[in-house]
């Protein structure tokens, strides 16, 4: 698809899905690019400027934000220059213009060296239309606007509910909690990323997925959580499934890992209905979950790791399941490294560097001792 990725492609149907239903129930015929006159009003009567006030009364509405609309708005915009150059259209129904974004001067005592306008503001070009919403349109934010991860009591009525009884519901939750991928990530997943993980004596796997706004990260998968996505992957059912995307695609290998029944790759929104199920399941009982299912990677966040410096450690785990690890670890042979990501995950569940610790730490990967000692004597040279 020249370089877009599945992601923005869903973006762009779930967009375009939004306008079609609005031409049919509107009765409007798109391909009309010529206003009625050539004055300013004249133009709001055109489909384009027709829609873009129907998301502008979306928003005042709070039925969608304002990036939101702006979004959609922008990928028709995207359709309706597609379409000129497809020669369907005669003309495009907007116009652009040149602006100039100003802000000030950062170097202005080194501008009065060589130039009168030293304090003046400078600027960019940018070419812009007039279709995106204003931005007085833009919803004020609450005053709270931190993350909202779940509670452990939560995570326990969301893991003991029916609808996670099933493989698929929770797997997908599992790849939020456990490695903070989002919604849209998870029904992209690649089935490529998992293995066998009884072949290899790994305690833990590096992948590299694609995210938002098209950008590379790296995240951890645990060796008991590559084992369960290895059995969902040859069970009987997701095998029925992927020789329905064979039969439409042709080959297996860019599959997803979660596919729907028909075959086909999971919306965003189908990977979060689990937690509306959970969330009916609980009403019925009198429990009440009030996160949805983005805040489980806001969990992630919040319970999850991070890279940062440390003088004389490698990593540290607080008692409220925090972990981070100091980015010199890069520098380690992969073992190495391996080692030091078990140790400060087992501190998950045994605090201290008790027997049981270390016996927990040897179940997981039975030759820590080498990395240990390799690490105690090359370990001040990656410090420096």
Not at 61 to 90: C, G, M, P, S
Not at 197 to 216: A, C, H, M, Q, R
Request: with cysteine; hydrophobic share 35%; net charge positive.
């Amino acid at each position: 698809m020249g370089g877009i990725s599945l992601i923005t492609a869903q973006s762009l149907a779930n967009s375009m899905c939004l306008f079609l239903q609005w031409i049919e129930i509107n009765n409007v015929d798109w391909h009309e690019v010529y206003a009625v006159s050539d004055s300013d009003k004249a133009k709001y009567w055109l489909p384009v400027y027709r829609y873009r006030k129907y998301l502008i009364e979306k928003v005042i509405a709070k039925q969608i934000d304002r990036d939101t609309a702006n979004l959609y708005i922008n990928h028709v915009r995207q359709f309706y220059e597609w379409a000129r150059k497809q020669r369907r259209i005669e003309k495009l129904p907007f116009k652009y213009k040149t602006k100039v974004i100003k802000k000030k001067r950062k170097d202005g005592g080194l501008d009065l060296l060589f130039t009168d306008y030293g304090r003046e503001e400078k600027g960019f070009t940018v070419t812009i239309t007039d279709l995106l919403i204003p931005k007085k349109y833009k919803q004020k934010k609450s005053g709270d606007t931190s993350l909202s991860p779940y509670y452990q009591e939560e995570l326990k009525l969301l893991y003991s509910s029916k609808a996670l009884s099933k493989h698929g519901p929770k797997l997908r939750v599992d790849l939020a909690v456990q490695c903070g991928l989002r919604a849209e990530e998870i029904a992209t997943f690649n089935a490529g990323h998992v293995v066998d993980s009884s072949l290899s004596n790994k305690p833990v796997y590096y992948i590299t997925i694609v995210g938002k706004f098209d950008k590379e990260r790296t995240i951890i998968v645990s060796k008991g959580l590559m084992a369960s996505l290895w059995l969902y992957r040859n069970d009987k059912e997701h095998q029925h499934r992927l020789a329905k995307w064979q039969l439409e695609h042709g080959n297996c290998d860019d599959a997803p890992l979660f596919l729907n029944g028909s075959g086909s790759f999971m919306f965003r929104k189908s990977v979060g209905n689990v937690i509306s199920k959970v969330r009916k399941e609980l009403a019925l009982i009198g429990k009440e979950l009030k996160r949805d299912f983005h805040d489980l990677s806001s969990t992630f966040e919040t319970n999850g790791y991070k890279v940062k410096s440390f003088q004389s450690r490698w990593g540290s785990c607080t008692p409220r399941g925090r972990v981070d690890f100091n980015w010199k670890i890069i520098m380690a042979p992969d073992r190495v490294v391996d080692y030091v990501v078990v140790h400060e995950l087992c501190h998950l569940k045994q605090h201290d560097h008790s027997p049981q610790f270390w016996k927990l730490v040897e179940i997981i990967m039975p030759d820590f001792l080498e990395s240990k000692e390799c690490l105690r004597e090359n370990g001040a040279s990656l410090m420096v």
